[in-house]
């Protein structure tokens, strides 16, 4: 009782006094709010960003493992086991027996090339974005992985592109990196493209050690990668077969490297860019290579999506889109899994790659790069990773950071905004030239070149366009295929703002073709890649209507395709309200290369 009476005695000593302040009923926070963050300086003197803080700990030397993985069901031919190989390094705090996090990079990019020209192997640290871990998060204790995927490197097997034998393999240095005992069973993926692409493949087999992936731009499907609504991609001809002959040593060992898919990958190309509806590749070839799906199912994990919106590689519609009203991101989040974005206008480049988005052309990003580079790109990973990997700090704030095409960053809850109207325009109310896509003049149609232009009246005040614009056409066939390709500009500035392309055989949108006959009227779902602008008040939309454009192919079937311009054919523009408070400053660099 009088230790109870002195403690209490002690603790309320000074409570009545006139100068106490009461405790404040939250904690601070750990790090920096990122609406502060353009208030600190920041290391803008690499090719990639920084921590705030540099850790206290030091690379080990590097360390190589084969792991071994039963192959013999996997393939119908190949070897009936193969090895993955990676190598590794150890922050020095595993000397005292500390047990750490993973952070991976799986790619096929480890000695790739012709001989003679390969790329750098596992053991060496990637540029760009090997560096980039390597530099920024050893130092905190991390672990850092580079695996090559089978058939690459110093891995044997089959290379499988994107296919269940590839799969397998990742999910096995997975495990392997999880259940290490200096691991503390936490492993991250990050990287960029097919190094995206393979976090999707591990995630879709579900691995209890895979904890958190961070795909930049990564593929999440092969057949929405190579096609948009049935529109072929010039490079679906050869994909597989490219990257085949890259990985290769063109010597007696390049026997293990065929399998079955290496002939299904050329052929598959140029049958589904031919037969639409009739592609037996569409329910086993392209299938299996569907990842994004499989993980839905499979794992439960966080995302941290990177999306460039202007990126022609790895289109955003591998996250926004597919069939009319789709979207990925929102499906991640409706099912509960932890997911946050960052959107910004740039290509096929990581959000603080400030030399590749200095080469941005105006209206495909190039109005927004001198607020582009994300010099905090480094910070805002490392407060991810320190909360999934490590399980410290407070957690993440789901949400999608998102650039405006003229620059502006602000944070949504999600990407399309959830609070969204819609503006629709028949095309009655538009002004038209032509009318007729692909093929040759139409009779009594003198002057059509197989293209048409459109020109919608403008708004009252400034309307930010943010989502998945549609252009819904009543068109009349000419037969079994025909294409539209669509640029949507600011009518009065001729600034591009974002594009539609369809193949009419993929009339109801997304990846199931139908057959089309001459003198049928079907309705083109067109939706446009995910779109972020503000369009000033009295400017216009135009609309330029053509059989391809771009890195599209031309249309297998040049059937001339006659749109109905009156009001049975749409253009809906969803459009949000948003205040100068809402904006949000990011940390900018007056003297990088994307500011000159």
């Not at 750098?120 to 980039?132: D, L, M, N, Q, S």
């Not at 057949?223 to 490219?242: C, D, F, I, T, W």
């Not at 099912?335 to 990581?350: C, D, P, S, T």
């Not at 990846?511 to 503000?534: L, N």
Request: charged share 15%; hydrophobic share 35%; proline share 6%.
């Amino acid at each position: 009782m009088v230790l109870v009476i002195i403690v209490l005695s002690s603790s309320l000593a000074g409570c009545f006094g006139e100068d106490i302040q009461p405790l404040s009923p939250e904690e601070p926070e750990t790090y920096p709010s990122i609406w502060d963050r353009h208030q600190f300086e920041w290391n803008m003197t690499h090719t990639f960003s920084r921590v705030l803080e540099p850790g206290p700990y030091h690379a080990l030397d590097v360390q190589d493992a084969y792991i071994t993985v039963d192959t013999s069901l996997i393939w119908e031919t190949g070897p009936a086991e193969s090895e993955v190989h990676l190598s590794y390094w150890l922050p020095s705090n595993t000397e005292q027996g500390e047990q750490v996090p993973v952070i991976a990079i799986i790619s096929p990019y480890f000695s790739y090339g012709q001989p003679g020209s390969e790329s750098g192997h596992t053991g060496i640290v990637g540029a760009g974005r090997g560096e980039f871990i390597f530099e920024n998060f050893i130092p905190h204790g991390y672990a850092f992985a580079q695996v090559s995927v089978f058939g690459t490197e110093l891995s044997s097997g089959c290379f499988d592109y994107r296919g269940a034998g590839e799969g397998l393999g990742i999910h096995h240095a997975v495990e392997w990196l999880g259940s290490q005992n200096w691991s503390n069973g936490h492993v991250g993926l990050y990287g960029k493209s097919y190094e995206g692409a393979t976090q999707w493949e591990a995630a879709a087999i579900g691995s209890e050690y895979l904890k958190t992936i961070v795909p930049i731009s990564g593929t999440t499907a092969l057949h929405p990668l190579l096609y948009k609504n049935g529109s072929a991609e010039a490079r679906s001809q050869v994909m597989h077969m490219n990257y085949f002959s890259s990985t290769v040593d063109y010597n007696a060992e390049d026997l293990d490297n065929i399998c079955p898919d290496i002939a299904e990958g050329l052929f598959a190309g140029p049958v589904t860019y031919g037969m639409g509806e009739l592609d037996p590749y569409m329910e086993n070839y392209y299938d299996e290579r569907s990842h994004i799906d499989k993980a839905f199912d499979n794992w439960n994990g966080s995302v941290y999506w990177v999306q460039g919106m202007q990126d022609w590689n790895v289109d955003p519609h591998q996250v926004f889109g597919g069939p009319i009203g789709y979207n990925w991101y929102q499906d991640y989040v409706d099912a509960g899994f932890e997911v946050r974005g960052i959107l910004g206008q740039w290509e096929h480049n990581y959000p603080d790659q400030w030399s590749k988005h200095n080469a941005q052309d105006s209206g495909y990003g190039g109005e927004a790069r001198d607020n582009m580079t994300r010099w905090d790109w480094a910070q805002d990973l490392f407060e991810w990773f320190e909360y999934y990997l490590k399980g410290i700090g407070p957690q993440p704030e789901f949400n999608a950071q998102i650039q405006r095409n003229d620059g502006q960053w602000r944070i949504e809850q999600t990407w399309p905004p959830q609070d969204i109207e819609w503006s629709t325009v028949t095309l009655d109310q538009c002004s038209s030239q032509g009318d007729t896509i692909g093929g040759a003049p139409v009779l009594g149609n003198v002057g059509n070149t197989g293209a048409a232009t459109v020109d919608c009246p403008g708004f009252e005040s400034d309307i930010h366009i943010s989502g998945l614009s549609r252009l819904h056409l009543t068109v009349h066939a000419t037969g079994d295929g025909g294409q539209i390709f669509v640029e949507m500009q600011d009518a009065e500035t001729g600034l591009r703002l974002g594009h539609a392309t369809m193949d009419i055989r993929y009339h109801a949108g997304g990846y199931e073709p139908q057959t089309v006959i001459s003198g049928q009227e079907v309705v083109m779902m067109m939706e446009f890649q995910g779109i972020d602008a503000i369009l000033p008040a009295g400017h216009g939309i135009r609309l330029l209507l053509t059989s391809t454009g771009e890195d599209y192919l031309a249309p297998a079937c040049s059937c001339p395709i006659h749109v109905m311009m009156d009001d049975s054919s749409a253009l809906s523009l969803p459009y949000i309200d948003r205040t100068e408070a809402e904006v949000l400053a990011t940390p900018q660099s007056p003297d990088a290369a994307n500011n000159q």
